[in-house]
């Protein structure tokens, strides 16, 4: 990861230089004197390429003269605003990344814009190759300092710091997503929560023998197939109470997020297919995306009181496995007769959201799963899937998502579908059937939504497209995306620290 | 199926099972009856309470009616007339066939009208109903055509494109679905004038008369269904045909592709490369995605022919949106979003739901071809291939597109094995009130510019 410096604008020595420039640019500032200095070569070399500073385009130009080994242009569009900063930064890093230094000329660019710029890069910049063990030095990315000149560049690393706490949760979470599910299992997952102490959260730690006592049966019945036992992690960050704001955020109760931990997912006694099944690593997406959201507000101080959930469980097929026909009890009280063991990330989730609302109170609950293939299927990878019973709430929700670029699409509920979960012999099925795969679903974790005492508002968002990527994009390199951690911070930051 | 409205009963008539609504604020008919909204119970008659929507009450009582009752009477006179109606209306479309209900009410003139729309509006549904249950030799594209012929006498301009016309003007598309079959394809174009001079509104509908999947054949399994794979296209006849028998203002018109996909030594392959009417070329990927195809050179008809205000099409266009959305609600997609709301409105009015799904730029880039201007699918597992068959037909309303929305009404054409209460039963002719709807509630007024 590249340290991020700000400075006020001198022409670099030597390496790389970047020149975001919006449509209808005329080189100005360290742009115009890195093209005098190279005699023109600048100018020229741009307009050759047919650069015209439109959104997504760049290019780059080699060893212009001067000391510059080259100029990496990329375009911010008509009129620069925060993803478009986000994203010419995200491009311009791959340009770049070869290089030991490399300098942003952003004095056209405010404080904020030159911030985020830096902020793209540095999302492009993640890697995950702790297991190459064969790299050669060559391959790997040499920019270990990115220097963005700017006219402000107090004002521009004030703007930074909070967006650099941001992509620290970023990366916890690809790296989360990232880890091979022999190295990363529920307990591991949890050891590696403990790591926001450091920031101040408080992490709680449930096991198996206080899940049971506890009555958490919905969770264990989908552990009880693997050697590697269940956790719940509690992770608590109260920065309103201890910014002394106790009363009015704390009145409402903590925000409240929650996500699916299944560490791997074979499917159990309901297998899943061997062609793709690696890809079921990431079924613990959601959890990492909570732990990152946490990790973010904690690290960037976010006055707040938030509470992150996690269910962590290992899906296996054994002699001990779950078998279909079960019928478990849930936390709730509700019966569950599990008719598909594959369908166990719901399972989690009951009883996960049920302990939240009991024990916290919260103000909203949003749940976080790489649940259903039906998604995708609905979908596509665009767009996760947000299904909630408050349109406040989703609003905020799609509206943070659009921002940050973490697109959301709301789906149905109702009555009609929550039918299909009708079973003969308990309170439910935990599946119901094909047709509305991923509403159904819903429907199921809404049943575990303590509504008794009042309107609970909460959102499930099924990140099954989204959360793995299979092509680079500006700001998301490809593999594990960590879908769902700037999302939840944007919604905090915009209406929660109030 | 008849609707009769009556002031007063004969001793027969009063004889009948009937169904009673009440008000919470009214006592109830049965004494021991507690007002719950939706509830119906059957004693003499039948009573109900019902909740906020009349039709879905008139629905509830009829599935409580004793078995084999043909004849029943509504007690109205307690309703105003659009609700009466409503209910009226949610008790026929629920009944068997050749049901007749008689509308006791106490003489309001309010009531005339609103009972002739309602008729008008059943008829239409009776006719998509009758063409979706028709089985596959019963009705081939040939067929189908002829019986539209007979809207003519409401009415309605019919013109029928045979194959040697349809090569004549270049529809690569429809003519490469119907080549597999011994049954050659038509296009049929649907035309109500209305009395406003407007631009039409243009619905188009696919009529896959069987479909079999072609080479990319279907499983055994289930195939039988595929009969109703020309859903759409009975939807928009039965839309034009209310539109016509009450008279709208609105001038509406339909084209209707129709074609049989089967296999055959001429059948179309996976690998060919079709050029369209819009001159587009589409890389056959699967020729199960046959809708799409059609759908493509009727859609290019439509805009080019009558440069409408806004096309509406519907099909049971894929098996994704089944998966997304289920049984409960078609998908919704399209360019512009007065209209989708305008549709989705008249959904909730009439209680064929929509929903709204994306059309995004991933899914366009999916639909990239190496060989040809864009691929007609994308292949693989967990496809979100109901967005990219939205995305696919995008591409064919012309360089300046009208107003459009595409209805996936795979889910809605056959009946769930759960249907809920108030649901239409199978084959539902679903699209024909929420199409009537649209057309009243958006393309009858005259000063709507």
């Known amino acids: 990861m590249p340290d991020i410096l700000f400075v006020k604008p001198t022409l670099p020595r030597a390496g790389a230089l970047v020149l975001p420039l919006a449509e209808g640019f005329t080189l100005s500032g360290l742009a115009k004197e890195a093209d005098e200095a190279t005699g023109g070569a600048i100018a020229r070399g741009l307009e050759a390429a047919g650069f015209k500073g439109r959104k997504g385009q760049s290019c780059t130009l080699w060893a212009p003269g001067g000391h510059l080994s080259r100029v990496v242009a990329v375009g911010l569009g008509a009129a620069p605003e925060e993803r478009g900063a986000e994203a010419a930064g995200g491009a311009a890093w791959p340009l770049v990344s070869g290089e030991p230094e490399a300098m942003v000329a952003a004095e056209g660019l405010n404080a904020a814009l030159a911030a985020a710029l830096a902020f793209g890069a540095r999302l492009r910049s993640y890697r995950f190759d702790r297991y190459r063990t064969k790299e050669s030095a060559e391959d790997k990315p040499k920019l270990v300092r990115l220097t963005v000149a700017s006219t402000e560049p107090e004002a521009a690393r004030a703007a930074h710091a ?19 599910p022999n190295v990363l299992f529920p307990e591991e997952m949890a050891e590696r929560c403990r790591k926001l102490e450091k920031l101040g959260v408080e992490v709680e730690i449930l096991g198996p023998k206080a899940l049971k006592e506890l009555g958490f049966g919905a969770l264990l019945g989908v552990a009880q197939g693997s ?125 996960v959201l049920w302990y939240a609302r009991e024990r916290f109170r919260p103000r909203f609950m949003v749940d976080l799963a790489t649940l259903t293939g039906a998604i995708i299927v609905a979908l596509g990878h665009e767009h996760a899937g947000l299904f909630s019973n408050d349109d406040d709430l989703a609003q905020k929700l799609a509206a943070a998502g659009t921002a940050v670029g973490e697109a959301l699409w709301r789906m149905p509920l109702g009555e009609a579908y929550d039918k299909a979960l009708k079973s003969d012999i308990a309170d439910m099925k935990n599946v119901g059937g094909r047709p509305g795969g991923s509403v159904t679903a819903a429907q199921f974790i809404q049943r575990f939504i303590d509504t008794r005492e009042g309107p609970m508002p909460w959102a499930h968002l099924d990140i099954a497209g989204t959360a793995w990527a299979t092509k680079d994009s500006a700001t998301v390199p490809k593999g594990a995306t960590a879908f769902g951690v700037r999302l939840l911070d944007r919604l905090v930051a915009e209406h929660y620290e109030g | ?49 019902p909740g906020p929507e009349w039709r879905q009450a008139g629905a509830a009582a009829v599935a409580v009616l004793p078995e084999g009752t043909r004849h029943a009477v509504l007690d109205a006179r307690a309703l105003r007339p659009e609700e009466a109606v409503a209910m009226a209306m949610g008790a026929l479309l629920q009944a068997p066939r050749g049901f007749r209900l008689d509308l006791w009410h106490r003489g309001e003139d309010a009531l005339a009208p609103l009972c002739r729309d309602a008729r008008a509006v059943l008829k239409g549904v009776l006719l998509a109903r009758r063409l979706t ?29 045979g194959r040697r016309r349809l090569r004549a003007a270049g529809f690569g598309a429809l003519l490469a679905v119907g080549e597999g079959s011994a049954n050659p394809p038509r296009l049929v174009v649907l035309r109500w004038r209305g009395r406003i001079a407007a631009p ?10 069987f479909d079999t999947g072609g080479l990319c054949l279907k499983p055994a399994a289930g195939m039988e269904a595929m009969r109703a794979d020309m859903a759409g296209a009975a939807a928009c006849a039965g839309a034009m045909l209310a539109l016509a028998l009450r008279d709208s203002p609105a001038p509406v018109a339909a084209v209707l592709p129709l074609a049989e996909n089967a296999l055959g030594a001429a059948a ?27 759908l493509a050179d009727a859609l290019t008809y439509a805009v080019r022919a009558f440069r409408p205000e806004a096309v509406v099409d519907l099909a049971t266009l894929t098996g994704a ?87 996936d009404i795979a ?13 239409a039963p199978a084959p539902g002719g679903f699209g024909v009130r929420l199409l009537d709807a649209l057309v009243a509630s958006r393309f009858e007024d005259p000063h709507r510019r």
């Open chain 1, 227 to 351: 050697a590697r036992e269940p956790r719940v992690v509690v992770m608590q960050w109260k920065g309103a109470s201890k910014a002394g704001k106790g009363d009015g955020n704390g009145k409402a109760g903590p925000v409240a997020f929650i996500g699916k931990g299944v560490t791997f997912d074979t499917g159990g006694i309901s297998i899943k297919p061997a062609a793709g099944m690696e890809d079921m690593k990431f079924d613990m997406a959601g959890a990492g995306a909570v732990i990152g959201a946490m990790a973010a507000l904690a690290g960037r101080r976010a006055k707040v009181d938030a509470v992150g959930l996690v269910g962590l469980v290992e899906n296996m097929p054994s002699g001990t496995a779950q078998r279909p026909g079960d019928v478990v009890k849930s936390l709730s009280g509700q019966t569950v007769e599990v008719i598909n063991t594959d369908a166990e990330g719901r399972l989690v989730l009951a009883d």
């Open chain 2, 200 to 209: 039409p509104l243009v619905l188009v509908g696919k009529g896959i008369t």
């Open chain 2, 1 to 49: 199926m008849r609707l009769r409205l009556r002031t007063h009963l004969g001793p027969k008539a009063a004889a009948r099972p009937r169904l009673l609504p009440w008000r919470a604020d009214h006592p109830p008919p049965l004494p021991d009856m507690p007002f719950t909204p939706g509830t119906a119970r059957w004693r003499e008659g039948v009573a109900i309470a």
């Open chain 2, 268 to 294: 179309y392959r996976p690998g060919d490369i079709i050029t369209t009417l819009s001159g587009l070329t589409v890389e056959v990927v699967d020729t199960d995605a046959e809708g799409r195809l059609v």
């Open chain 1, 162 to 180: 909070p967006l650099s706490a941001v992509a620290d949760g970023v990366f916890l979470a690809r790296d989360l997503v990232s880890e091979p």
């Open chain 2, 133 to 161: 249950a028709a089985p596959g030799n019963a009705l081939t594209p040939k067929i189908f055509a002829r019986r539209l012929r007979r809207l003519e006498r409401h009415g309605i301009g019919v013109q029928v494109l």
């Open chain 2, 411 to 423: 889910g809605m054409a056959e009946e769930p094995a759960d249907r809920p209460p108030g649901a």
């Open chain 2, 321 to 407: 949106v089944v998966t997304a959305l289920g049984h409960h609600r078609a998908g919704l997609f399209g360019n512009d979003a007065p209209l989708a709301a305008a549709l989705c409105a008249a959904g909730e009015a009439v209680g064929e739901r929509l929903w709204p799904l994306p059309i995004g730029a991933a899914h366009r880039r999916d639909l990239e071809s190496g060989i040809a201007d864009l691929r007609q699918c994308a292949s693989g597992r967990l496809q979100p291939d109901a967005c990219h068959a939205a995305a696919f037909l995008s591409a064919f309303l012309g360089g300046s597109p009208p107003a459009w929305a595409h209805l």
